[in-house]
Nanobody, 119 residues
Framework: VQLQASGGGLVEPGGSLRLSCTASGFSLDYYAISWFRQAPGKEREVVSCISSLDSATYYTDAVTGRFSISRDNAANTVYLQMNGLRPEDTAVYYC?????????????WGQGTLVTVSS
């Protein structure tokens, strides 16, 4: 039973990446999934969340209009499409399951994937 985050890498400012959060050994159908990030020397912050009930979405102000979260229950995966990346988006990105967005009753965490935005 695990949650795996992947898709990070090095990208130039203005570029795009798609992160994936894939579950094995359990179904994501009944969970909300949140993406967090933690930059060096900074606290972890929530970036986005997608609800389990109606796939309603939430974005922190810093990424609204640039990032898009979606889920593919058949693939047991949640995606975070990141466009218009900026140097300040550089961080380790984590995904986690909750019973619903903002409940903070985290059951599973992915291991983190590093996103570096630099020219």
């Amino acid at each position: 039973v695990q949650l795996q985050a992947s898709g990070g890498g090095l990208v130039e400012p203005g570029g795009s990446l798609r992160l994936s959060c894939t579950a094995s050994g359990f179904s994501l159908d009944y969970y909300a999934i949140s993406w967090f990030r933690q930059a060096p020397g900074k606290e972890r912050e929530v970036v986005s969340c997608i609800s389990s009930l109606d796939s309603a979405t939430y974005y922190t102000d810093a990424v609204t209009g640039r990032f898009s979260i979606s889920r593919d229950n058949a693939a047991n995966t949640v995606y975070l499409q990141m466009n218009g990346l900026r140097p300040e988006d550089t961080a380790v990105y984590y995904c986690a399951t909750e019973s619903e967005c903002h409940y903070s009753d985290f059951s599973f965490w992915g291991q983190g994937t590093l996103v570096t935005v630099s020219s």
